[in-house]
């Protein structure tokens, strides 16, 4: 028998990991904006660069927002991103490193990525994206579902959303409470030999 601890990380791992499921479809519930806040302070724990933090979310949850999305979204995505109550727009912020002297006040790291635009790049975007991995584990943590996707123009995106801050799109992630009549069946997944090494 399980004893509490292991309870609590078996029970956790399942959450997190493997009973979880990318939804297709979504229930009539509402998130209310205080979780999405909740979200946000889970995940900016996250560990990135130098503290860099460069990821950038905008929660598009109105109608009036989502009518601006919908011109952006790939036929495929379109039902179940205008039904979800909330999307996503994962995205990070080029200029992150104005930031680093709040975020990483122990030293000027703000020259190690002014001085070249393709590591200042790298950096932004690697970290971007761990961040909104952090932000659906997050989101599981919090008792809600998520449903990660490509297929958009990145261009429609940015104009609708991001253009006036400088940001830039990675992919979206519609947010809710999932309809498990609207998972498909679980995919298989590689095996340790065919995806890692011990070396």
């Not at 309870?7 to 997190?16: D, G, K, N, P, Y």
Request: net charge negative; hydrophobic share 40%.
């Amino acid at each position: 028998m399980l004893d509490a601890d292991a309870a609590m990380s078996e029970a956790t791992v399942a959450r997190l990991f493997t009973e979880a499921r990318s939804q297709n479809g979504w229930q009539d519930r509402n998130v209310p904006d205080q979780t999405l806040r909740d979200l946000w302070d889970i995940l900016k724990f996250g560990p990135t660069s130098a503290n860099c933090s460069p990821g950038r979310f905008v929660f598009v949850t109105s109608d009036e927002a989502k009518s601006k999305l919908r011109p952006a979204l790939s036929g495929g995505n379109l039902d179940k991103t205008m039904s979800a109550p909330v999307c996503a727009i994962i995205a990070w912020d080029p200029a992150f490193y104005d930031k680093l002297p709040e975020l990483f006040p122990h030293t000027d790291a703000r020259p190690w990525f002014t001085g070249s635009e393709a590591v200042a790049h790298e950096t932004a975007f690697r970290n971007g994206t761990l961040m909104g991995g952090y932000l659906m584990l997050a989101a599981r943590t919090l008792g809600l579902d998520v449903g990660p996707m490509s297929g958009f123009d990145t261009e429609k995106v940015e104009e609708a959303f991001l253009a006036d801050r400088g940001w830039k799109v990675n992919f979206l992630c519609n947010i809710g409470y999932g309809d498990p009549s609207k998972v498909y069946d679980r995919l298989p997944r590689l095996d340790f030999d065919d995806a890692c090494a011990i070396v």
